[in-house]
């Protein structure tokens, strides 16, 4: 099988396309001939040594997988081979097969494509962790997403339109605000342009916003700080300009404000009910055709590093994927 490798951290150009051998599976294990991967920004993070944890080399980025079960281990009585399913696995996607933890898998709606199917789970999955097990969102609050042309950032909004909440969104140029108003968002901000916290500020009248949702980092985050309202929250979802800023902790206190941290894959593992039940509503909806992926760009396999540098120049709306069968 082909494998995209990354077999010493850096850039995406040090990753190397190989033939490798197909991995066993264990007992609670299905073994996924994959059809799509999407990208996440932690991909960028995980082949430089970035990110919360470091795989043993050599290993293969990609977490959202898409694709039909080839094999299933012995204890598995709810999936069977043939069955196409959406999987999360903390890495090992950009690869013909991967193996997914069969508690991690779930039956691909009829009508959802392979590569909506891989852009899916962990956006979708995050943002909603977020919004609803985090903030707590209510029914008419007004929520500022940072990134909001971005993988999660969209689905955030998305979400946050369909819960009740107005949305701000705020992003660096007018392509990329032009596709957040298609979502659904009540008011702009280019952040390159304006003065972000002024902005929320003069958009709200002055009261400020409930919750931030912010997957950028950086400066943009102590800005958006200074624009919530009392007892708001501040939800730390990622830092995708590169920077975990330094904010003055006494914001905080003077709002009354939370700051929230977000990990949808710790989630996943600590709290698997939950998850399993969030997971099933946001298939239901995308059934319901209440969520559509946004699909930016499809690459091959032997592409990805190609994709990930896209990534991390920040160049992508929504979501990329690769496709195996490119």
Aim: hydrophobic letters at 40%.
């Amino acid at each position: 099988m082909k494998a995209i490798l990354c077999t010493k951290f850096g850039k995406p150009e040090t990753l190397q396309y190989k033939e490798i051998e197909t991995p066993s599976i264990k007992s609670d294990e299905i073994l996924l001939n994959v059809k799509a991967c999407s990208l996440n920004f932690p991909d960028t993070l995980i082949i430089q040594g970035k990110y919360q944890f470091k795989p043993e080399f050599p290993f293969s980025p990609g977490s959202d997988v898409a694709g039909i079960i080839e094999k299933v281990g012995k204890d598995i009585t709810h999936l069977k081979k043939g069955d196409e399913v959406v999987g999360f696995i903390p890495f090992g996607g950009f690869a013909e097969k991967a193996v997914v933890k069969a508690k991690d898998c779930f039956p691909k709606p009829k009508g959802m494509s392979m590569v909506n199917a891989a852009a899916f789970l962990l956006a979708y999955g995050t943002s909603y962790h977020a919004l609803k097990d985090r903030a707590n969102l209510q029914k008419g609050e007004t929520i500022l997403i940072l990134g909001a042309s971005g993988g999660v950032g969209l689905t955030a909004l998305e979400l946050a339109k369909l819960m009740g909440a107005k949305v701000i969104a705020a992003a660096s140029t007018k392509e990329k605000l032009a596709l957040c108003q298609q979502y659904g968002a009540d008011e702009l901000i280019n952040y390159t342009e304006e003065n972000l916290k002024d902005t929320v500020k003069e958009l709200t009248k002055g009261k400020g916003v409930n919750i931030i949702y912010d997957p950028v980092g950086g400066d943009f985050s102590e800005q958006a700080l200074r624009a919530i309202a009392w007892k708001g929250r501040h939800l730390v979802v990622g830092f995708a300009n590169g920077e975990i800023p330094k904010i003055p902790i006494n914001l905080a206190l003077l709002k009354g404000a939370s700051m929230v941290g977000v990990f949808w894959g710790a989630f996943v593992q600590k709290e698997p009910k939950k998850s399993l039940e969030n997971s099933i509503q946001l298939l239901t909806w995308f059934a319901k055709g209440d969520l559509k992926p946004h699909i930016d760009k499809i690459y091959s396999l032997k592409n990805a590093p190609k994709a990930l540098e896209s990534m991390m120049q920040r160049k992508t709306k929504g979501k990329i994927v690769i496709d195996m069968e490119l």
